[in-house]
């Protein structure tokens, strides 16, 4: 054989082969994302990333977590911001276990650090950070319920953020 030939020989054995591998892979990424995708969904959610908007551009998050601990805490570290300068307020939530994502609970209850609701009061700058906690030890695991939140001014309780609908988890 010839040099030249031997060369096509072996780059045609390499194309082959690299598009063979390819096909494989693409293949063995497909079932990775579908049973990904299967997981992700069978995944409840113990922890949320809740937003609360209000009009004017004010603001609002809630990074709404349960640790897996036996104690079953979940830590709110709250933040809101274009509110009332140095102004109190108070975060709420309501739940339903109709899991239809269509938040229609109105038993709103005031959060704090456990049982004694916590003020989030503003700085002259109408922004404030608080970190919040619920003992939800006495609810079953795996108990599962739609959710909303929102942030009411302490003084005259009117609404002045609210978030979306969703879906929370007991661990």
């Avoid at 063979?20 to 113990?46: G, H, M, Q, R």
């Avoid at 456990?114 to 609810?139: C, F, M, N």
Wanted: hydrophobic share 40%; charged share 20%.
């Amino acid at each position: 054989m010839t040099k030249q030939l031997c060369a096509f020989i072996l780059f045609a054995a390499i194309v082959f082969s690299n598009q063979s591998c390819k096909k494989t892979v693409n293949k063995n990424e497909a079932i990775d994302l579908a049973s990904t995708s299967a997981s992700k969904a069978a995944t409840p959610n113990f922890n949320l990333e809740v937003i609360l908007r209000g009009e004017g551009g004010s603001f609002g998050h809630v990074k709404f977590r349960q640790d897996v601990d036996p104690s079953k805490i979940i830590v709110l570290d709250t933040w809101v911001r274009d509110l009332l300068p140095n102004h109190d307020y108070r975060l709420q939530r309501a739940v339903d276990t109709n899991l239809d994502g269509n938040c229609t609970g109105t038993a709103w209850l005031t959060l704090g650090k456990g049982l004694t609701p916590q003020a989030i009061s503003t700085d002259a700058d109408g922004t404030a950070k608080v970190e919040l906690w619920r003992d939800v030890s006495s609810v079953a695991s795996g108990s599962t319920f739609d959710i909303h939140f929102r942030i009411i001014d302490a003084a005259n309780l009117a609404v002045v953020l609210s978030s979306d609908c969703y879906q929370y988890t007991v661990r």
